[in-house]
């Protein structure tokens, strides 16, 4: 199993800018995360889904959109990049009712906004 | 809303010591779960260890163990033996039994260890 996969590690965009993160997991996970990492703090949720066609907002939703068509995959969309979202993205996946319950967490992906 | 409080930026230990590292945390609920991440300088976030709120024995993996008071809210952490490798940022998560995606973080603490 490879896990939880992000692509890409590391991009720079500029203002105004658009992309997608990409997240995919193959442990059949049906919880699927995006947190962000900013210098010295924790992470914070940005949305997450509990199953394919499902999504809900986080902490932080604003200026980002995801979508969940499938269970393995789970993008993240930037519509307007802005240097207040350069940031370390973390994608996370899990499941509820097993003895082993935590969140997997892919390698991350590094943004700058310029 | 819930929330996670690491009160200690920083700490340092002396390779073979022991530290514990604190955690307190606030929810109205009574059914969820209080994780330690570990986060190395490569990033990627790795578990350490795991409780259950309705388990009343504290969670152990072998050099790590944690102290868990429900009705104080508090998870710290403890390392026993402490080893080079443990240098790293902690993290302290909450999350309810409800939702397995939607875990709240605190802000962790960065742990040194002195050779």
């Known amino acids: 199993n490879a896990g939880v996969t992000q692509t890409p590690k590391f991009q720079v965009l500029k203002t105004g800018q658009s992309m997608t993160l990409q997240c995919a997991q193959d442990m059949n996970h049906e919880y699927m995360s995006w947190y962000r990492q900013d210098p010295g703090m924790g992470l914070r949720l940005i949305h997450y889904s509990v199953g394919a066609g499902i999504t809900d907002q986080g902490e932080v939703p604003n200026g980002y959109n995801v979508s969940r068509s499938t269970t393995e995959d789970f993008p993240l969309r930037l519509l307007s990049a802005a240097p207040s979202q350069t940031s370390v993205y973390f994608c996370a996946s899990s499941y509820s009712g097993g003895t082993e319950e935590t969140q997997y967490f892919g390698p991350g992906t590094r943004l700058l906004v310029l | 809303a819930q929330t996670v409080t690491q009160s200690q930026p920083e700490m340092s230990v002396q390779e073979a010591e022991t530290v514990t590292l604190s955690c307190t945390y606030d929810?109205?609920?009574?059914?969820?779960?209080l994780f330690w991440y570990k986060q190395p300088p490569s990033r990627q976030m790795i578990l350490v260890i795991r409780?259950?709120?309705?388990?009343?024995q504290n969670a152990t993996e072998n050099r790590f163990s944690v102290n868990f008071q429900k009705a104080a809210k508090s998870f710290s952490l403890k390392i026993s033996d402490s080893q080079l490798g443990d240098a790293a940022m902690y993290f302290c998560?909450?999350?309810?039994?409800?939702?397995?995606?939607?875990?709240?973080f605190g802000d962790g603490t960065t742990l040194t260890v002195k050779p």
């Open positions: 998560a909450y999350r309810h039994n409800t939702n397995a995606g939607k875990s709240t």
């Open positions: 409780q259950e709120a309705y388990k009343q």
């Open positions: 929810t109205s609920e009574s059914d969820y779960y």
